[in-house]
């Protein structure tokens, strides 16, 4: 199966789709974390200079604070720097708090606690300095130059703290950028990868849908058609789940039970309570083995349905496994009791047919032989009386005796060929390969006696050897040369032609159209002929075209012709032009 036709597929498909998304929703929070982090960062790092300006304003009062006192002599310009000591210490331990994680400033921030208590001290020594009795100007004025050299050094370590924050954010704000530069790019890209394949997925599912509904259209109108099939068919169906132990009954299932669809649970106890009490044991070996067999053969029950009817069922079934190595045994059970009556009936008729059979040959032999015995004493006296007391008898009486020869002489040629029909019914055939050239000289011979006399030329082309009943086919050309003969011209000799060929069955319209192969001979002849349209009755028996003063015959001959063709799996016609002869086709199977 192809892979886009599969349901694996969508499988790929959908796992793709939701790594894709954890990888979108990876970036995008390695994203947010980055802006976060950046984010924190610049906002440390405003906070961090201003706690540094602070930090500088907060020594800045110390230092004026002491620079007021000093030129007014008034304590009140000593409380900012009375409290800067404590506001300085705040300030630093802040920004200790907010560089923590930076080394360098940390360092900075080190030495700038130095010259803090080193900018204190000399602040502090010179106060101490003024307030003593009888201080020196030089050295008052020599601290206050170290202390402005002290602040100056602030200023400048605070500003390079300033500017080592403002690097630090200069490049977390450079790695920032770098990811949001190729973050945008790449998130599109997964989304539209995403979209794609959420868009195959999506035309796949509804053609999906589509076939599904097809499909689902389709078993619903089969599994109607199912059901009408078992009820037209007479049979039902029934499944066995092998692995859950479970049966399944079709509705018609139950309506060979005589019971209605559904009516009662599907499973083996139910089923068996209909079961003919003498069929019971047959049925339980049959399907005791059920489980370890792939197969159950044919076998025939019976069932007592509800109103008491005996009825004839044939069930067999098979193991197919549907989907997960999940194997179902299924069955069909048909009611087969036409059939069987059909048989019981076949079988009487069969014996009936048997019966007619023996008397028939009782009949044949009564015709063989206590028939002909009183018509041989007949022709006997009637011989005698002529020979010896013809002359004694009256016109009349002569006339009556002349009747009598011709009546028995037709009786005896009717019985001969009634026993040469019913000979042509018998069910032994010995069927052998047969020279029809030899069996055709064999019927010359058998009629040299009217070839002669009617000076009839016969006149043949090669004809092949058939399997067939030589002895049948012999007569066959006896009969219908021999009507050749009795009906040809006066003071014409007859001609009778026997051509050969091989032929398919759809090239002559009264054969079946099946394209099998036929062997066809034709016998035609130049004599009196006969209307088409009695081209079937002829074949009738005891059919004559003719009064039997014209020509002599008992209307047998041709019906005799048909039944050994028919005994051959072949056809016979005939064709006639009135007045210009007539055409016998003969049609074997080709074997």
Not at 65 to 92: A, V
Not at 528 to 549: C, D, M, P, S, T
């Amino acid at each position: 199966m192809q892979l886009h036709k599969s349901p694996l597929f969508l499988k790929i498909i959908f796992i793709v789709s939701l790594a894709i998304i954890f990888f979108i929703g990876a970036i995008t929070f390695k994203h947010i974390t980055v802006l976060k982090k950046t984010s924190t960062w610049i906002s440390k790092s405003y906070e961090v200079n201003i706690e540094l300006e602070r930090l500088l304003s907060h020594v800045k009062d110390a230092e004026t604070g002491q620079r007021g006192y000093l030129l007014s002599k008034n304590k009140s310009f000593l409380k900012p720097y009375d409290d800067s000591n404590e506001e300085i210490k705040k300030s630093y331990k802040r920004v200790a708090e907010l560089t923590v994680n930076s080394r360098a400033q940390q360092r900075n921030l080190k030495k700038l606690q130095y010259l803090i208590s080193r900018h204190l001290n000399y602040l502090s020594k010179t106060l101490y300095l003024v307030e003593s009795k009888g201080y020196n100007e030089k050295i008052v004025s020599t601290n206050l130059v170290t202390g402005k050299e002290a602040m100056d050094s602030i200023r400048v370590e605070i500003e390079e703290m300033i500017t080592t924050q403002k690097n630090l954010l200069q490049y977390r704000q450079n790695d920032y950028n770098s990811t949001m530069n190729y973050t945008p790019l790449l998130i599109y890209l997964t989304l539209l990868i995403t979209l794609i394949l959420i868009t195959i997925a999506f035309i796949k599912m509804n053609r999906d849908v589509v076939l599904l509904k097809n499909t689902v259209h389709t078993l619903s109108v089969a599994i109607e058609v199912n059901n009408l099939s078992e009820i037209i068919g007479n049979f039902g169906s029934w499944q066995l789940n092998l692995e859950t132990g479970t049966y399944t009954f079709s509705d018609n299932q139950y309506r060979l039970l005589g019971c209605e669809p559904q009516s009662f649970e599907a499973c083996a106890h139910e089923y068996l309570k209909f079961i003919h009490p003498d069929d019971l044991e047959i049925l339980t070996e049959k399907t005791q083995n059920i489980k370890s067999h792939n197969i159950l053969p044919p076998f025939t029950y019976r069932i007592i349905r509800e109103n008491g009817e005996v009825r004839y069922l044939k069930s067999m079934g098979q193991i197919v496994t549907i989907s997960s190595d999940n194997k179902t045994f299924i069955g069909t059970t048909r009611d087969i009791t036409s059939e069987i009556d059909d048989q019981i009936l076949t079988e009487e008729r069969n014996r009936e047919l048997e019966s007619n059979n023996k008397e028939l040959s009782a009949f044949n032999y009564i015709a063989s032989h206590d028939l002909q015995e009183p018509l041989r004493k007949i022709e006997t006296f009637i011989s005698r009386l002529v020979s010896k007391d013809f002359n004694n008898i009256s016109a009349s009486g002569q006339q009556y005796v002349g009747s009598i020869q011709k009546s028995t002489n037709r009786m005896r040629v009717l019985i001969e060929d009634l026993l040469q029909f019913s000979r042509t019914n018998k069910t032994e055939k010995n069927v052998v390969n047969a020279d029809l050239n030899y069996l055709l000289e064999n019927a010359k011979h058998d009629l040299a006696q009217a070839i002669e006399e009617k000076k009839a030329i016969i006149q043949s082309n090669n004809l092949p050897t058939l399997h067939i009943i030589p002895f049948q086919i012999q007569q066959l050309f006896i009969n219908i040369i021999g009507n050749s003969l009795k009906y040809s011209k006066k003071d014409v000799a007859p001609i009778i032609k026997l051509t050969y060929s091989q032929i398919v069955s759809n090239e002559e319209e009264f054969l079946p159209n099946t394209h099998h192969c036929y062997h066809k001979i034709a016998i035609e002849d130049n004599g009196i002929g006969f209307e088409q349209e009695y081209a079937k009755n002829i074949f009738v028996l005891f059919n004559r075209l003719h009064n039997k003063n014209e020509y002599q015959g008992t209307g047998i001959g041709l019906a005799i012709c048909k039944k050994i063709v028919e005994n051959h799996k072949g056809f016979i016609t005939a064709k006639g032009n009135l007045g210009v002869g007539s055409q016998f086709n003969i049609y074997l199977p080709v074997e």
